[in-house]
C-alpha cells in the first residue's frame, strides 16, 4: 500500500531555534499534502495545505512566518517551525492523497522545545 | 462547510464482546467518503474502512463494519469480536468527493477493551 514516510519521529530543540519535519510519499506522487497538529487527547487540527511548486495555503488562525511549508517536489513536503517557544510543542502529522479514495498519514513527530 | 460529530468521548468492552462508536455528520455535499480511522498509542494513524456515500451497501473489514444511514447522516462503526488490540482512538472522519478536498475530523471516541 501507499506509505508516507515522516522524520523525524522526535525531535526536542531549545527555545529560539527552528526545526525542520519532512514528510515523503514513498511510492506515489503527491502534489498536496496536508500538516495537521494534535494535542493531547484531542482531534487532528489542520495547519496547511502543501501545494506542489506553488505557496501553502494556511488554515485561519495559523502563523505563515512561524510554520513554514515547503513543497519543492511530487514526494517531499517540509514543515519549518521557525524560532520555536514552548507552546509550539505538540504532536505533528502529514497526510497525503495517493488515490481519490482517501489519504495516508506519517507517524507523526512529537516536537518538544525546552 | 461540513462538521463531525462523535457524541462518545469515551467507551469501553470487554475483550470478544461487540461495541458501536457513534457518529453523526452534516453537509450539503451529495458526493463523498467518509471513514473511520484509528490511532493506538504509537500514535499513527491507520484508516479502520472507509465508505462510499453513493454505495447503499454498508462497507465491511473483517471484524469492522459500518452502519451507513445517508438520510439521517450517521455512519457507526461496529466493531465485533473486539480484542486488546483495537484499544485506541478512533476518529470518524469526511471527505467530500473531489481532487483537492480535505478531511474533515470528529473529536474522536477513545475505547478500552478490556479483559
Known amino acids: 500500500g501507499a506509505v508516507v514516510s515522516q522524520h523525524p519521529s522526535r525531535v526536542i530543540c531549545k527555545s529560539g531555534t527552528s526545526v525542520k519535519i519532512e514528510c515523503r510519499s514513498l511510492?506515489?506522487?503527491?502534489?498536496?499534502m496536508f500538516w495537521y497538529r494534535q494535542f493531547p487527547k484531542k482531534s487532528l487540527m489542520l495547519m496547511a495545505t502543501?501545494?506542489?511548486?506553488?505557496?501553502?495555503?494556511?488554515e485561519q488562525g495559523v502563523e505563515k512566518d512561524k510554520f513554514l511549508i515547503n513543497h519543492a517536489s511530487l514526494t517531499l513536503s517540509t514543515l519549518t517551525v521557525t524560532s520555536a517557544h514552548p507552546e509550539d510543542s505538540s504532536f505533528y502529522i502529514c497526510?497525503?492523497?495517493?488515490?481519490?479514495?482517501?489519504?495516508?498519514f506519517g507517524s507523526g513527530t512529537r516536537l518538544t522545545v525546552v | 462547510a461540513q462538521t463531525v460529530t462523535q457524541s462518545q468521548p469515551e467507551m469501553s468492552v470487554q475483550e470478544a464482546e461487540t461495541v458501536t462508536l457513534s457518529c453523526t455528520y452534516d453537509?450539503?455535499?451529495?458526493?463523498?467518503?467518509l471513514f473511520w480511522y484509528k490511532q493506538p498509542p504509537s500514535r499513527q494513524m491507520i484508516l479502520v474502512i472507509r465508505?462510499?456515500?453513493?454505495?447503499?451497501q454498508n462497507a465491511t473489514e473483517n471484524r469492522f463494519s459500518v452502519n451507513f444511514q445517508k438520510a439521517a447522516k450517521s455512519f457507526s462503526l461496529k466493531i465485533s469480536d473486539s480484542q486488546l488490540g483495537d484499544t485506541a482512538m478512533y476518529f470518524c472522519?469526511?471527505?467530500?468527493?473531489?481532487?483537492?478536498?480535505?478531511?474533515?475530523f470528529g473529536t474522536g471516541t477513545r475505547l478500552q477493551v478490556t479483559l
Open positions: 511510492d506515489f506522487q503527491a502534489t498536496t
Open positions: 465508505q462510499e456515500a453513493y454505495k447503499q
Open positions: 502543501s501545494n506542489e511548486g506553488s505557496k501553502a495555503t494556511y
Open positions: 497526510s497525503a492523497r495517493p488515490d481519490i479514495y482517501g489519504y495516508t
Open positions: 453537509t450539503s455535499e451529495n458526493n463523498y467518503y
Open positions: 472522519a469526511f471527505m467530500p468527493r473531489g481532487t483537492a478536498s480535505k478531511l474533515t
